[in-house]
T-cell receptor, first 114, second 112 residues
Framework: DTAVSQTPKYLVTQMGNDKSIKCEQNLGHDTMYWYKQDSKKFLKIMFS???????INETVPNRFSPKSPDKAHLNLHINSLELGDSAVYFC?????????????FGQGTRLTVV | GESVGLHLPTLSVQEGDNSIINCAYSNSASDYFIWYKQESGKGPQFIIDIRSNMDKRQGQRVTVLLNKTVKHLSLQIAATQPGDSAVYFC???????????FGTGTRLKVLA
């Protein structure tokens, strides 16, 4: 039943490691997003994809590489993890833009880099 | 980047009172607005939305007001309940941008 699901929910890793977060939506949406939420709860967009194509890359370091194998999936791979990457990462999806509807969010992945 | 210098404002209200949460949005070209509720350990959840051709929209116990002249959005919650305790965000969308821009959020605390 879960509309937007992301795994894992928690991720603790050492600096310098490479990790991936997976996201899947079963809503039939065309557009998917990655957001980063910092310790002050500020939500900032990182990437958006429409029909598997990258639309937005909001000045995210190229250590972050999203991949969309199909419209229902948008994964996030992070290389050479740094302490400052610690945050909660949210995947979201929405209908194509001409249909004005809200974005649906996953439960988040809390990434802790030690 | 990080929200350096910003803090999460808190609104404390007595149970049963009405709550008003305000938001200033950034882009005068934004044409769609959403209020989200985020409970601890969860993702943002949709509460109510409004398009720029409207100035008021009502839902169940919630009302959103839009003032495009001053780029201001508000969320009114009637008869606030303990379950309303959460962080509330406004978000704006501008057609063609493929993104929702979030405000800084307000923490609502409901006092018994």
């Amino acid at each position: 039943d879960t509309a937007v699901s992301q795994t894992p929910k928690y991720l603790v890793t050492q600096m310098g490691n490479d990790k991936s977060i997976k996201c899947e939506q079963n809503l039939g949406h065309d557009t998917m997003y990655w957001y980063k939420q910092d310790s002050k709860k500020f939500l900032k967009i990182m990437f958006s994809y429409n029909n598997k194509e990258l639309i937005i890359n909001e000045t995210v370091p190229n250590r972050f590489s999203p991949k969309s194998p199909d419209k229902a999936h948008l994964n996030l791979h992070i290389n050479s993890l740094e302490l400052g990457d610690s945050a909660v990462y949210f995947c979201a999806s929405s209908h194509k833009e001409v249909v004005k509807t809200e974005a649906f969010f996953g439960q988040g992945t809390r990434l802790t880099v030690v | 980047g990080e929200s350096v210098g910003l803090h999460l404002p808190t609104l404390s209200v007595q149970e049963g009172d009405n709550s008003i949460i305000n938001c200033a949005y950034s882009n005068s070209a934004s044409d769609y607005f959403i209020w989200y509720k985020q409970e601890s350990g969860k993702g943002p959840q949709f509460i109510i939305d409004i398009r720029s051709n409207m100035d008021k929209r009502q839902g169940q116990r919630v009302t959103v007001l839009l003032n495009k002249t001053v780029k201001h959005l508000s969320l009114q919650i009637a008869a606030t309940q303990p379950g309303d305790s959460a962080v509330y965000f406004c978000a704006e969308n501008t057609s063609g941008t493929y993104k929702y821009i979030f405000g800084t959020g307000t923490r609502l605390k409901v006092l018994a």
